[in-house]
Protein backbone atom coordinates (compact mmCIF):
# COMPACT_ATOMS: atom_id res chain seq x y z
CA UNK A 1 0.00 0.00 0.00
CA UNK A 2 0.86 3.56 -0.39
CA UNK A 3 1.17 5.21 2.78
CA UNK A 4 -0.14 8.49 3.88
CA UNK A 5 2.27 8.55 6.58
CA UNK A 6 5.66 10.87 5.95
CA UNK A 7 7.82 7.36 7.44
CA UNK A 8 7.70 3.72 6.25
CA UNK A 9 6.46 0.91 7.72
CA UNK A 10 8.41 -2.25 6.54
CA UNK A 11 6.51 -5.73 7.85
CA UNK A 12 9.12 -8.01 8.31
CA UNK A 13 8.48 -11.57 8.30
CA UNK A 14 8.97 -14.88 7.44
CA UNK A 15 9.20 -18.65 8.36
CA UNK A 16 9.79 -19.62 11.46
CA UNK A 17 13.15 -19.84 12.57
CA UNK A 18 14.43 -18.22 9.53
CA UNK A 19 16.39 -15.59 11.01
CA UNK A 20 13.76 -12.30 11.67
CA UNK A 21 15.08 -11.95 15.03
CA UNK A 22 18.58 -11.81 13.68
CA UNK A 23 17.61 -9.45 10.68
CA UNK A 24 15.27 -7.05 12.61
CA UNK A 25 18.68 -6.51 15.53
CA UNK A 26 20.79 -5.59 12.51
CA UNK A 27 18.17 -3.04 10.99
CA UNK A 28 17.89 -1.38 14.89
CA UNK A 29 21.51 -1.34 14.71
CA UNK A 30 21.46 0.76 11.64
CA UNK A 31 19.05 3.15 13.51
CA UNK A 32 15.53 1.53 12.90
CA UNK A 33 12.36 1.47 15.14
CA UNK A 34 11.50 -2.20 15.91
CA UNK A 35 8.15 -2.92 16.25
CA UNK A 36 8.23 -6.47 17.68
CA UNK A 37 4.81 -8.40 17.58
CA UNK A 38 5.75 -11.06 20.05
CA UNK A 39 6.75 -8.48 22.28
CA UNK A 40 3.27 -6.66 21.91
CA UNK A 41 1.32 -10.29 22.17
CA UNK A 42 3.01 -11.16 25.79
CA UNK A 43 2.21 -7.93 26.82
CA UNK A 44 -1.88 -8.16 25.41
CA UNK A 45 -1.68 -11.71 27.40
CA UNK A 46 -0.76 -10.96 30.92
CA UNK A 47 -2.65 -12.48 33.51
CA UNK A 48 -6.59 -10.38 33.70
CA UNK A 49 -6.25 -8.48 30.53
CA UNK A 50 -9.16 -9.25 28.18
CA UNK A 51 -7.06 -11.17 25.87
CA UNK A 52 -6.43 -13.51 29.02
CA UNK A 53 -9.03 -13.94 30.11
CA UNK A 54 -10.79 -14.94 26.47
CA UNK A 55 -7.98 -17.27 25.91
CA UNK A 56 -8.60 -18.91 29.43
CA UNK A 57 -12.19 -19.20 29.00
CA UNK A 58 -11.70 -20.57 25.67
CA UNK A 59 -8.89 -22.76 26.18
CA UNK A 60 -8.92 -23.81 29.73
CA UNK A 61 -6.79 -23.04 33.01
CA UNK A 62 -4.99 -25.94 31.44
CA UNK A 63 -2.59 -23.28 29.66
CA UNK A 64 -2.04 -21.88 32.81
CA UNK A 65 1.28 -21.46 34.69
CA UNK A 66 1.04 -21.43 38.79
CA UNK A 67 1.79 -17.69 38.46
CA UNK A 68 -1.54 -17.27 36.19
CA UNK A 69 1.06 -16.65 33.32
CA UNK A 70 -0.43 -18.18 30.14
CA UNK A 71 1.93 -21.51 29.50
CA UNK A 72 2.64 -20.70 25.69
CA UNK A 73 4.20 -24.22 25.64
CA UNK A 74 1.10 -25.55 26.99
CA UNK A 75 -1.00 -23.59 24.61
CA UNK A 76 0.79 -23.73 21.53
CA UNK A 77 1.02 -27.90 22.10
CA UNK A 78 -3.19 -27.08 21.33
CA UNK A 79 -3.28 -24.58 18.84
CA UNK A 80 -0.18 -26.44 16.10
CA UNK A 81 -2.34 -29.79 16.24
CA UNK A 82 -5.93 -27.76 15.29
CA UNK A 83 -6.15 -24.88 12.51
CA UNK A 84 -9.63 -24.19 14.11
CA UNK A 85 -8.05 -23.52 17.15
CA UNK A 86 -5.39 -21.32 16.05
CA UNK A 87 -7.56 -19.10 14.02
CA UNK A 88 -9.86 -18.88 17.33
CA UNK A 89 -6.64 -17.83 19.47
CA UNK A 90 -5.05 -15.37 16.47
CA UNK A 91 -8.71 -13.79 16.65
CA UNK A 92 -8.34 -13.16 20.34
CA UNK A 93 -4.57 -11.55 19.97
CA UNK A 94 -4.02 -10.13 16.58
CA UNK A 95 -6.50 -7.22 17.10
CA UNK A 96 -5.01 -6.18 20.53
CA UNK A 97 -1.34 -6.30 19.09
CA UNK A 98 -2.82 -4.14 15.81
CA UNK A 99 -4.19 -1.47 17.89
CA UNK A 100 -1.02 -1.49 20.26
CA UNK A 101 1.20 -1.19 16.73
CA UNK A 102 -0.46 1.51 15.09
CA UNK A 103 -0.61 3.64 18.33
CA UNK A 104 3.78 2.83 18.42
CA UNK A 105 3.74 3.76 14.42
CA UNK A 106 2.43 7.05 14.87
CA UNK A 107 4.47 7.95 18.32
CA UNK A 108 7.54 6.78 15.50
CA UNK A 109 6.17 9.19 12.87
CA UNK A 110 5.70 12.06 15.74
CA UNK A 111 9.61 11.61 16.97
CA UNK A 112 10.87 11.31 12.89
CA UNK A 113 8.83 12.00 10.09
CA UNK A 114 11.98 10.16 8.36
CA UNK A 115 11.69 7.11 10.45
CA UNK A 116 12.32 3.39 9.03
CA UNK A 117 9.69 1.43 11.11
CA UNK A 118 10.51 -2.00 11.10
CA UNK A 119 7.23 -4.48 12.64
CA UNK A 120 8.57 -7.50 13.17
CA UNK A 121 5.36 -10.00 12.95
CA UNK A 122 5.58 -13.76 12.11
CA UNK A 123 2.02 -14.18 10.70
CA UNK A 124 2.08 -11.42 8.58
CA UNK A 125 0.65 -12.79 5.01
CA UNK A 126 -1.58 -14.85 7.47
CA UNK A 127 -3.01 -11.75 9.50
CA UNK A 128 -3.67 -9.47 6.27
CA UNK A 129 -1.20 -7.18 7.88
CA UNK A 130 0.90 -7.07 4.76
CA UNK A 131 -2.22 -5.02 3.40
CA UNK A 132 -1.14 -1.95 6.31
CA UNK A 133 2.37 -1.59 5.99
CA UNK A 134 4.47 -0.08 2.74
CA UNK A 135 6.83 -2.67 2.30
CA UNK A 136 7.21 -6.49 2.85
CA UNK A 137 10.82 -7.82 4.10
CA UNK A 138 10.89 -11.55 4.06
CA UNK A 139 12.90 -13.55 5.39
CA UNK A 140 13.51 -17.05 3.97
CA UNK A 141 15.73 -20.43 4.92
CA UNK A 142 15.43 -23.63 3.66
CA UNK A 143 13.19 -26.39 5.31
CA UNK A 144 16.27 -28.11 6.89
CA UNK A 145 17.38 -25.39 8.53
CA UNK A 146 14.55 -24.07 9.88
CA UNK A 147 14.19 -27.76 11.74
CA UNK A 148 17.52 -27.70 12.66
CA UNK A 149 17.02 -24.65 14.75
CA UNK A 150 13.74 -25.60 15.78
CA UNK A 151 15.23 -28.49 17.51
CA UNK A 152 18.19 -26.74 18.84
CA UNK A 153 15.88 -23.67 19.81
CA UNK A 154 13.02 -24.84 21.25
CA UNK A 155 13.47 -28.43 21.96
CA UNK A 156 11.23 -30.05 19.32
CA UNK A 157 11.11 -32.87 17.91
CA UNK A 158 11.78 -33.49 14.57
CA UNK A 159 7.93 -34.11 13.24
CA UNK A 160 7.40 -30.88 15.54
CA UNK A 161 9.02 -28.59 14.41
CA UNK A 162 7.81 -30.08 10.63
CA UNK A 163 4.21 -29.47 12.42
CA UNK A 164 4.90 -25.92 13.25
CA UNK A 165 6.82 -25.02 9.85
CA UNK A 166 3.45 -26.30 8.58
CA UNK A 167 1.63 -24.68 10.51
CA UNK A 168 2.37 -21.30 8.10
CA UNK A 169 2.24 -20.22 4.99
CA UNK A 170 4.70 -21.77 2.83
CA UNK A 171 7.67 -18.85 2.48
CA UNK A 172 7.98 -19.22 -1.21
CA UNK A 173 4.30 -17.97 -0.98
CA UNK A 174 5.47 -15.56 1.20
CA UNK A 175 8.20 -14.70 -1.16
CA UNK A 176 6.26 -14.08 -4.65
CA UNK A 177 4.57 -11.57 -2.35
CA UNK A 178 7.58 -9.66 -0.70
CA UNK A 179 8.87 -6.54 -1.91
CA UNK A 180 12.54 -7.25 -0.40
CA UNK A 181 14.13 -10.65 0.28
CA UNK A 182 17.03 -11.33 2.23
CA UNK A 183 18.34 -15.24 2.84
CA UNK A 184 18.75 -15.81 6.75
CA UNK A 185 21.50 -18.60 6.19
CA UNK A 186 23.56 -15.79 4.82
CA UNK A 187 26.82 -15.55 6.77
CA UNK A 188 26.68 -12.72 9.60
CA UNK A 189 28.88 -10.42 8.22
CA UNK A 190 27.43 -10.13 4.86
CA UNK A 191 24.06 -10.36 6.02
CA UNK A 192 24.69 -7.29 8.21
CA UNK A 193 26.38 -5.65 4.75
CA UNK A 194 23.04 -6.38 3.11
CA UNK A 195 20.38 -4.88 5.99
CA UNK A 196 22.35 -2.03 5.82
CA UNK A 197 22.44 -1.19 2.15
CA UNK A 198 18.72 -1.89 2.60
CA UNK A 199 18.41 0.46 5.33
CA UNK A 200 20.29 3.21 3.27
CA UNK A 201 17.13 2.52 0.34
CA UNK A 202 14.29 2.58 2.96
CA UNK A 203 15.92 6.20 4.68
CA UNK A 204 15.38 7.52 0.65
CA UNK A 205 11.74 6.07 0.87
CA UNK A 206 10.84 7.39 3.96
Known amino acids: ?9 VGLTGGV ?26 HV ?8 RAIVKTFGKT ?27 EQIIHPRVA ?10 ARKDPN ?3 IYDVP ?21 ETQ ?4 KKRNGFTRAEAIRRIRSQMPIKQKAAAADYLLDGTTARPRLLTLVKRLYRELRTLA
Open 63 to 89: VLNPDRTLNRQALGAIVFRNRAKLRRL
Open 123 to 143: LLFEAGIDKRVDKVLVVTADR
Open 17 to 42: ATGKSTVAKMFERCGALIIDADALAH
Open 147 to 150: IARL
Open 45 to 52: MKPGKPAW
Open 115 to 117: AVV
Open 1 to 9: MVSSRPMIL
Open 99 to 108: RHQLALTRQA
